[in-house]
């Protein structure tokens, strides 16, 4: 939970003492209280609205059809009470509101039969059916519109309190303790963003007597919770950066120069100003901890390459990191060809390099022979020892555990570290996921790159798109077909893989070759498979979705994707990203039948961009940030206001007050920050020293 409520140690803080210490509020109620997770006084006047009902009378005309609605207006029926079922029954009523005259039903309620007679003016709360003329009524209020304000807040109370019941306890905290609460921003912030206090904030937020006034007492709770957040996350950054003693890596940038122009093509000014900011890591005697993010294809392996011969040619050892064996090999291979003629031992280690051959390589490396090393997760086990690293970089780092990565930043001499991804994260995501790190971007593809060319099509044309297929493997060309993903069980995925492999070996016969590879096999089959696939033994590769990590075929030129509507579009642009490698025209065939508006919008959009930002943006979008890095430990921070989406142009703002503050002098000095500092003390960031 992200929030600055600030604890002082001294626990005669009033707000600190139990919610029952209310006058008002007795144990039965404290216990009700409990189970929402409120045990004292600041619990209770932090736990925020989720929403706000809208009692304001309006014009039915400006009442959208299914809208929630108050009306105010006179019966003009005796109702009509009818039971059905067991306890069911339908109430229903004409009451003429201004000049509509419109039907009434309530269900379940049949004692308000006695409540409602004609001519009585009454308010009634529902929604809307406008086709109907009728409102679907939830609320009923004998007389005119009670209800004052008109705005309420909503809270999520589980069923243990009624809404009513919640705002008269909240109500009791505010006039009694609100003299307690302090101001946690300084005033030159609330002034220069017009900020309401904290105060009148709280009060606002729980007792809109507007909706612009609801706006902003929001407005600056989530300023607040940004700005914290984000202080946090800047002190951390600058620890890493600081107090990690890192080593000063004097690169040879004659050297460096040299093998940049000794590769086959020139870097783009994307891949050159990022190994600038790299490079200017390694020199610096602070520990670099950045996240590289380049979208698939962007040439992020020159880059790696590049930064491992700096390290290199300063004296020290380098090491690359990646999820699978075949990748490892692709990427021991290509660094080999580029930096053998510039002096550099490359080697390989994987679990498969055993015995004998295992020992003498890992006597080289710690003899310091051999300058760098690649391979999996096998690289950060106990038993390899560096002489001197230097740089570790990882390769698609979301497929690392967090344990793997803090085992990977303890390893040797605190190495500079590096971690690249293919999976373009949403800028705020990134604000707030990566807050800690440095981030750098290649925003650009190299020149020249032919767009691969995407199309939707329905399930019902899968025979066209067969033929399509055919004709590209008649040009010698080979294809991917990925199978349906279904979410919940890896065993019906490969069920799915099995069938349409069958189906396919049955309709290509022995024209072309048929491949299946799937989680389920065992690595060195999916080794052997993906293998023969490169080397064209296979011109087609039925897969389930672990082909989506890197491998790199240039003479695959299609993709077919069966069930494209469960992908995330994330996911989607990495799978498409197998093609489009070499110098063809590549083609990606997306089979779906979308049965949603947001599903055909998906599919819409994947034909319309090849940009990995983009399609990462909208999936945000059209996911929620839950989802983005799937469910699990996605790390995401929580706010109890703010909406990392919604309030994104704040995440900004605070971001970077935030970056200012930790910076300056003045915050780790001047009295007016002094609750800043204490919070970053509580959350264990600082020891409450000062810095510098
Ligand atoms: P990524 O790892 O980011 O997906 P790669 O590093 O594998 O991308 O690069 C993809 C392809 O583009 C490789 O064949 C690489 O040689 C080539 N490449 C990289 N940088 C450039 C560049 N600046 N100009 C032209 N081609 C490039
Ligand atoms: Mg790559």
Known sequence: MEHPSVKTNHDHQPLHQPVHTLKGIGKETAAQLSELGIFTIEELLEYFPHRYEDYRLRDLAEVAHDERVTVEGKVHSVPSLMFYGKKKSRLTLK????????????????????????????????????????????LFEAGPHQKQGDFEAVYALKGLVSGKQFRKYMGLALSQFSDHLHETLPDSFLQKYKLLHRREALRSLHFPASQEEMKQARRRFVYEEFLYFQLKMQALRKFEREQSKGMSQSYDLQKLKQFIDSLPFSLTGAQKRVVN????????????????????????????????????TAGFQGALMVPTEILAEQHAESLHAMLEPMGVTVALLTSSVKGKRRKELLGRLSAGEIDILIGTHALIQDEVDFQRLGLVITDEQHRFGVQQRRVLREKGESPDVLFMTATPIPRTLAITVFGEMDVSIIDEMPAGRKAIETYWAKEEMLDRVLGFMEKELVKGRQVYVICPLIEESEKLDVQNALDVHSQLVHYFH??????????????EEKDRVMKEFSDNQLQVLVSTTVVEVGVNVPNATMMVIYDAERFGLSQLHQLRGRVGRGSEQSYCILLANPKTEVGQERMKVMTETNDGFVLSEKDLELRGPGDFFGRKQSGLPEFKVADMIHDYRALEVARDDAKRLIESKEFWELEEYAVMREY????????GEKLD
Request: net charge positive; glycine share 8%.
């Open 510 to 523: 022995s024209k072309y070759q048929v491949g299946l590879m799937h989680g389920r096999l065992p690595s």
């Open 95 to 138: 009451v003429l509101v201004g000049r509509y005259l419109i039907s009434v039903v309530f269900f379940n309620q049949p004692y308000l039969k006695n409540k409602m007679n004609v001519n009585d003016t009454v308010t009634i709360t529902g929604k809307w059916d406008k086709h109907r003329q009728t409102i679907n009524a939830q």
């Open 277 to 312: 900011e790299i490079c200017a890591d390694l020199l610096s005697p602070y520990r670099m901890n950045r996240l590289l993010q380049g979208d698939v294809g962007s040439g992020k392996t020159a880059v790696a390459a590049i930064c491992l011969y700096a390290t290199v």
């Open 680 to 687: 970053l003390v509580q959350t264990g960031v600082t020891s």
